[in-house]
């Protein structure tokens, strides 16, 4: 199986393979590629068609997290995880060979990652062109949830002078 991961952060897109380490645990792996969020379907496809094709099994498993966290980190340009989650969206890829699942996530930042909408997964045969395979992570990326703000409730609106009248 192959597995890649795509996150949605401010004006950028991070694709990376997911790798499983020999303890079965997936994890982020390198390369990790940043793109413009406005790059084209076929761009992007091409770029998670790479971070499938270096997705691996068995890698070791790490005894010390900062390095797995940190190239992400780094990729993405900030210094923290909580940073890093916030208003991000991302969505997870599975390659059997036979087809590409794109699994939207949703966000439980700061502490609880980013967990899997399985009910609302995609899928398209894996020898799809570049084009529909980066079209999917984008729709993949339109259903996947952000991390809700909890505890604060909206601010009352204040009525403006039009509205009163």
Not at 50 to 75: F, M, R, Y
Not at 138 to 151: F, K, P, Y
């Amino acid at each position: 199986m192959n597995r890649a991961t795509v996150y949605k952060r401010r004006k950028n897109l991070i694709v990376h393979p997911s790798s499983e380490t020999t303890a079965g645990v997936v994890i982020a792996t390198p390369p990790f590629t940043l793109l413009p969020e406005d790059v084209s379907p076929t761009d992007l496809g091409r770029a998670v068609l790479e971070a499938l094709k270096a997705s691996q099994e068995g890698v070791p498993h790490p005894t010390d997290w900062g390095p797995v966290t940190e190239a992400l980190l780094n990729a993405a340009e900030v210094k923290s995880w909580a940073n890093f989650a916030k208003g991000t969206i991302s969505c997870a890829l599975h390659s059997d060979g036979t087809s590409i699942r794109f699994t939207p996530k949703k966000n439980n930042a700061p502490r609880g990652g980013f967990t899997f909408l399985e009910d609302r997964a995609l899928a398209i045969p894996a020898q799809s062109s570049a084009e529909d395979i980066g079209q999917g992570v984008l729709d993949a990326l339109t259903i996947s949830e952000r991390a809700q703000t909890r505890g604060l409730k909206p601010k009352k609106k204040e009525p403006t002078r039009t509205e009163v009248m």
